[in-house]
Nanobody, 115 residues
Framework: QVQLVESGGGLVQPGGSLRLSCAAS????????MGWYRQAPGEQRDLVAT???????NYADSVKGRFTISRENAKNTAFLQMNSLKPEDTAVYYC?????????WGQGTQVTVSS
């Protein structure tokens, strides 16, 4: 069984920065990719960024140039550096981990961008 623990959300002013972390624990799994989705109230859950085991990254157009995803393979941990945050980035951010069998999800962390 795989568990994901997220941290790093919070309240920040427009233009500010936050860094999310997602640590995977468990045994007997091999990671294909990790990343984040986000969901604002009344909206669907949308992809934010992904990173494969080989380091290939993919970003939603709305966050390109502002967000950077990275990972430490040895620690099964991914990071999302979010800069130049905007009010429209406000959402619950969910970490996910993809294996060959299934996807796993974190508990979600709230990010609020407001003055």
């Amino acid at each position: 069984q795989v568990q994901l623990v997220e941290s790093g959300g919070g309240l920040v002013q427009p233009g500010g920065s936050l860094r999310l972390s997602c640590a995977a624990s468990g045994s007997g799994f091999s990671i294909n990719a990790m990343g984040w989705y986000r969901q604002a109230p009344g909206e669907q859950r949308d992809l934010v960024a992904t990173i494969t085991r080989g380091g290939t990254t993919n970003y939603a157009d709305s966050v390109k140039g502002r967000f950077t995803i990275s990972r430490e393979n040895a620690k099964n941990t991914a990071f999302l550096q979010m800069n130049s945050l905007k009010p429209e980035d406000t959402a619950v951010y969910y970490c996910f981990l993809q294996t060959i069998f299934r996807n796993y999800w974190g508990q979600g962390t709230q990010v609020t961008v407001s003055s």
